[in-house]
């Protein structure tokens, strides 16, 4: 009887979390379809009629789709330059033991705890220096090294591939990168497709660096572009705009979620099943 009272607890807390994570979605797409002055007066969970108006208003301040594609060309080389870099990294942190790989560790480790908003003016100076202002290159360059991903992989390395795996392979004549891409990088997949995720969200909802980078309206990525939509003069009308680009903006992030997800259960469960 205790136990099923314990149970009935645990699912009524999780369904209540549940919908507190899902009503700001909820919130967001019904107020994509209302007006602004009603949502600076009123809050209801029940959809509007002011759909085609906003849709109108996103698109004379700017080509949604333009930016939809702008944030894809920056989202994407990033988070396949970042997983592959950042696991080849750690790769060779994990297996190799080498001189100064323990102090590397240590480096890429305090590097994480560094903002990376104390470079942003050097990196400013360093980019208008190659001459890359309005250039992709900076937006995608500097992601490939990810100190998160390469410290995150390197302990999952450690936790799920066996050595003695590798050290069969060399006994064949399996040559070093062969056997990354073969056999490490398949049981690395559910740990690099986690990190993959963070990535891929954090690039497409990169706001500050594009900022100051990109001074062209026709190069600007989503976020860039919601933004002017949002610090425009006639706040309060648009905010029904701003909610429905937002709600777009979204829609990358949810498929590669629902494609990815079940690689967060692998890797978050595989040190729990190591040996």
């Known amino acids: 009887m205790a136990t099923k009272i314990k149970k009935t607890i645990l699912y009524i807390v999780l369904i209540a979390l549940a919908i507190m994570c899902i009503i700001p979605f909820l919130l967001m797409i019904v107020n994509a379809t209302r007006d602004g ?68 560790f240590y480096v890429i480790v305090i590097f994480m705890m560094i903002p990376g908003q104390l470079g942003l003016i050097g990196f400013y100076n360093l980019v208008s220096s190659l001459k890359l202002i309005n250039s992709y290159i900076p937006l995608i360059i500097p992601a490939i090294a990810a100190p998160g991903t390469v410290f995150f992989l390197r302990q999952y390395i450690l936790s799920v591939m066996p050595m003695a795996l590798l050290e069969a392979g060399r006994i064949d004549g399996a040559g070093e990168l062969y056997m990354f891409h073969k056999i490490a990088l398949p049981i690395m997949a559910p740990g690099i497709a986690t990190m993959a995720i963070g ?77």
Do not use: H
């Open 37 to 104: 002055r009603s949502i600076m007066t009123s809050f209801t969970l029940i959809p509007g009629t002011a759909l085609k108006e906003n849709w109108d208003k996103v698109f004379g301040y700017f080509n949604l789709f333009k930016g939809f594609w702008n944030s894809l060309v920056v989202a994407v080389p990033a988070t396949i330059l970042g997983a592959y870099f950042s696991a080849l990294t750690a790769y060779a942190l994990a297996v190799y033991k080498f001189k100064g790989s323990s102090f590397m």
């Open 199 to 275: 990535g891929f969200i954090g690039n497409w909802n990169s706001y500050l660096v594009p900022l100051i980078i990109l001074t062209k309206n026709e190069k600007f990525t989503l976020p860039v572009m919601i933004a002017s939509l949002s610090a425009s003069t006639d706040i309060a009308n648009n905010q029904g705009a701003t909610y429905l680009a937002v709600a777009i903006s979204i829609i990358p992030i949810l498929i590669v979620f629902c494609f990815c997800s079940k690689y967060i259960i692998s890797s978050i469960s595989a040190g729990s099943v190591k040996g």
